[in-house]
């Protein structure tokens, strides 16, 4: 949704409320037999994930500057869009499942994993974004992952520049969205902390 607005394209949203299960309902398993959001239905093509969306959503956009096409720069958004994938989303996966399985916390050894992962991003935010100094698809789909873990689990000092590449998309119009489901993910991170106390 950001990408999208981002881009400025329009897009007929309807909401899957996995708290729900809507996910698992007949209809959606039509559109998405793996019952995961997001799905991005074009005509009769379904596109099942996110990353995928997003790429199409680039590539569709009549001006864009979020996904360059010099190949240097395709690559070096290409490794941080595999590596939100494979290893960022996986982690943040688990850890959600986990609280609201009321398995939590989760242990030392997932901790470690995640801030491993995150000293990733350390690494790579030498300049204000993930590729350098400017703002491109990586960043957006790597900041609502990692946003979303944070809900449970803290930032540490070694971390400030993870901290400040999240400050810098405050400044940004389509980061309201973002910000959005993050109060909707904090609300039911309470109230299932209000029901398990
Ligand atoms: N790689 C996929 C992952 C999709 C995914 O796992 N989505 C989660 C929500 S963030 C989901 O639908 N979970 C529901 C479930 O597993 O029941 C993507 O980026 O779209």
Redesign the pocket.
């Known amino acids: 949704m950001m990408t999208a607005s981002a881009l400025n394209i329009d897009i007929k949203f309807h909401e899957i409320d ?1 708290f729900k299960n809507e ?2 309902r007949e209809f959606y398993r039509k559109i998405n037999p793996l ?4 799905a991005l239905q074009v005509g009769d093509t379904k596109i ?4 995928a ?1 997003a790429l199409y959503l680039c590539q569709i956009a009549k001006e864009q500057n979020l996904y360059p096409e010099n190949p240097i720069m395709r690559a070096k958004v290409n490794q941080m869009l595999f590596f939100n ?1 494979g290893t960022l ?1 996986r982690i943040d ?1 688990y850890i959600l ?1 986990k609280y609201f399985a009321g398995q939590w916390p989760v242990s030392e050894t997932t901790i470690e994993e995640w801030y491993s992962a995150l000293d990733f991003l350390e690494y790579q935010l030498k300049d204000d974004w993930l590729t350098g100094n400017k703002v491109l698809l990586c960043d957006i789909c790597t900041v609502a992952v990692v946003t979303s873990v944070l809900q449970l689990v803290p930032l540490t000092q070694r971390h400030e520049r993870v901290q400040k590449w999240i400050e810098n998309f405050q400044h940004l119009n389509f980061y309201v969205i973002n910000k959005r489901g993050l109060l909707r993910l904090n609300s039911y991170i309470n109230a299932f902390k209000a029901i398990h106390a």
């Open positions: 996995l996910n698992r019952q995961k959001v997001p099942l994930d996110s990353h969306i994938s989303f996966s499942t």
